[in-house]
């Protein structure tokens, strides 16, 4: 996917300037590019807050073995399948061609690939995270501990099963209403509270009370994140 994963927005400049009570097509270009500013980090923080992404989200840099996602084992050295229970739900199946890479250590610092062996080497639940091998390691280098570091792995995770349709100006379209809607509130409970752009635009009653729509932003905002997260942080 050519698009950066930070620029991805699940709500667009338009609908952060909405929910300020902005008319899209009234507003400086400063306003605009701060709204798709917010918008950006408002859905980097969705991300991080409910792991629930909307589009293909990598984990760890596919030229970079280490930045990938590392799990010790407890079983390498018995005859039982290897479990491991990866960070992330909804993973996407494991393709060589997007970048994902699955392997299992052969020695101190040597690694096999087997991203090609599923079925055989190895089974995921990819909506439940549960990755079983079947390798086993041996102690056979002094002060080597062949359960530490047993496995290592490149994957994407987001929207298992679902279309996933995005702009050319990196908005994802195929995001629900209420996450949108969600996003959105972020990003604009950022720029109500801006002193320096609230100068900068003519004031036309709608922002006067920033606490009062600040605090509607933030109900918004934490309701719809509960909901998809399963508890509330309220």
């Known amino acids: 996917m050519a698009t950066s994963q930070n620029s991805v927005r699940y709500a667009s400049a338009d609908d952060v300037l909405l929910a300020l009570d902005k008319d899209p097509d009234e507003v400086n270009e400063q306003l605009r590019n701060r709204a798709q500013q917010r918008a950006e980090a408002a859905t980097e923080k969705w ?9 293909p989200v990598q984990i760890g840099n596919p030229d970079e073995p280490r930045t990938w996602e590392i799990h010790d084992s407890q079983d390498a050295e018995t005859w039982d399948p290897v479990r491991v229970m990866l960070d992330n739900r909804r993973i996407l199946p494991l393709d060589p061609d997007e970048g994902d890479s699955l ?9 096999d690939d087997i991203t090609d062996g599923e079925g055989q080497e190895w089974v995921l639940d990819y909506r439940d995270r549960r990755l079983l ?16 570091r047993f496995v290592r792995i490149c994957y994407r995770y987001g929207p298992l099963g679902e279309d996933v349709e995005i702009t050319a ?3 994802v379209e195929s995001v629900p209403a209420d996450v949108t809607g969600a996003v959105a509130a972020k990003a604009a409970m950022r720029l109500v509270l801006d002193d320096e752009l609230k100068r900068s635009m003519s004031d036309d009653g709608q922002l006067t009370d920033r606490s009062t729509k600040r605090s509607a932003f933030k109900e918004k905002w934490e309701s719809t994140t509960a909901e998809y997260t399963g508890f509330s942080s309220l």
């Open 47 to 55: 991300i991080n807050r409910t792991g629930r992404p909307f589009h």
């Open 103 to 111: 392997e299992v250590r052969t020695g101190r610092d040597d690694w």
């Open 133 to 148: 091998l079947y390798r086993r390691r041996l102690n056979l280098v002094p002060f080597d501990d062949p359960n530490t």
């Open 169 to 171: 100006d990196d908005v």
